[in-house]
């Protein structure tokens, strides 16, 4: 088999493990069956097992990752849709924004050097907060590499999807906003489909956060990587 | 132009093709925002240009959300597939993640907890600043209002 058939083979596969996964996930919604996990085990397995080359399998799989672009674009429309939410609580949301970004990178840095990690991973850890298009364009100014980035983004989600609604449960909060606002903004995605979950108003404060934190660590990238040197 | 009630739901093909045109929409828009940001040196990427151009556009009217709102939901819906061939990458990372991989989950989890800490601190805190003062005008207004009948004595 030549290699360009083979990549277009990992693209396929690619898209019908996601959709299979996802129908699974949607009978039996459990942790382990998320398909940003299950689908990506079974992906590593398989370029493990016929032991291909990652550039061979991105060769095709790119241009998913590629669809992120339109996908930040597409965010325009929970704004829109939320105007309301964002006339009547724009400092709360802009306030919790900034201090997840602020949080987030002071944290992480803090982490890294007590962990002793080394400045690579240092520097894709920093930006793994926010939402992956957002992700990505901020770790290319942090000297970060889209692909641990990409991998550190996951893993957070994760957290707030096993983590999260048990942490506001233990919080005396009152509002739903502050219920909603730091999924979105601590999870991302993944945090939002929880707040989704809690309710309209919860979800639709967390895609606000998600994208305001998102497009703030964008603004943000330049300046922290002049203070982190 | 009348407006009829939908009997039928549109066909599942037509809804298709409807929401890939738009999903093509925000491409070209994309596409766009790109060309613009390299064309005025500015410091942000198309994704950021072309998501405050499309908000803008939404709030002024001149793009009404029907014409946007299907693709929206199309590549938002599927956002998760996007990033899952960079997951894979971790191929590649295999060794540092059997030495550094409990650290990093340590690393990503702290930060995780205290991000959510103090955002619901602050966003709760402000949420109530802001109900207070409006509450306060709400009261502000009735004290202010004559009571009922003092007008008619």
């Known amino acids: ?229 | 132009m009348s407006s009829y009630p939908q009997v039928n739901p549109p066909r599942p093909a037509a809804s298709w093709a409807k929401a890939l045109g738009q999903v093509l929409l925000l491409g070209g828009l994309w596409w766009i925002a790109q060309r613009l940001a390299t064309l005025l040196a500015l410091p942000l990427s198309g994704g950021i240009v072309g998501l405050g151009l499309l908000v803008a556009l939404l709030l002024s009217g001149l793009v009404k959300p029907a014409w946007v709102e299907a693709g929206a939901e199309l590549v938002l819906g599927n956002m998760l597939l996007y990033f899952i061939p960079l997951v894979v990458s971790v191929v590649q990372y295999t060794d540092l993640l059997e030495h550094e991989g409990l650290k990093l989950l340590v690393a990503i989890g702290v930060g995780f907890l205290s991000v959510m800490l103090v955002t619901a601190c602050v966003v709760e805190l402000i949420c109530q600043q802001i109900r207070k003062r409006r509450y306060g005008k709400l009261t502000d207004v009735r004290r202010d209002r004559p009571a009922l009948g003092s007008q008619v004595s």
């Open chain 1, 1 to 229: 088999m030549n290699d360009s058939l083979i990549s277009l083979l990992f693209l396929l596969a690619t898209l019908g493990l996601f959709y299979g996964n996802q129908a699974v996930y949607k009978r039996h919604p459990r942790v382990w069956l998320t398909p940003a996990i299950l689908t990506s085990v079974l992906l590593i397995a398989l370029v493990e097992a016929t032991s291909s080359s990652y550039p061979l399998y991105f060769q095709d799989t790119r241009w998913l990752v590629w669809l992120l672009g339109p996908a930040t674009v597409a965010f325009a429309l929970p704004i829109y849709n939320n105007r309301r939410i964002v006339r009547r609580y724009w400092m709360a949301l802009l306030a919790g924004s900034v201090a997840s970004i602020v949080v987030s990178v002071g944290v992480t840095l803090l982490a890294a050097r007590a962990l002793g990690l080394d400045q690579a991973i240092t520097r894709s850890l920093l930006s793994r907060s926010v939402s992956t298009p957002f992700a990505l364009e901020a770790t290319a100014h942090l000297g970060g590499t889209a692909q641990l980035t990409g991998l550190f983004v996951v893993i957070t989600g994760l957290f707030g999807i096993v983590l999260g609604e048990m942490i506001l449960t233990l919080m005396p909060l009152r509002t739903r906003l502050a219920k909603g606002a730091p999924l979105g903004s601590a999870a991302h995605g993944f945090g939002m489909s929880i707040a989704r979950g809690l309710g309209p108003e919860e979800g639709a404060v967390a895609s606000l956060t998600m994208i305001f934190s998102g497009v703030l660590m964008v603004l943000a990238a330049p300046v922290i990587a002049w203070a982190v040197g």
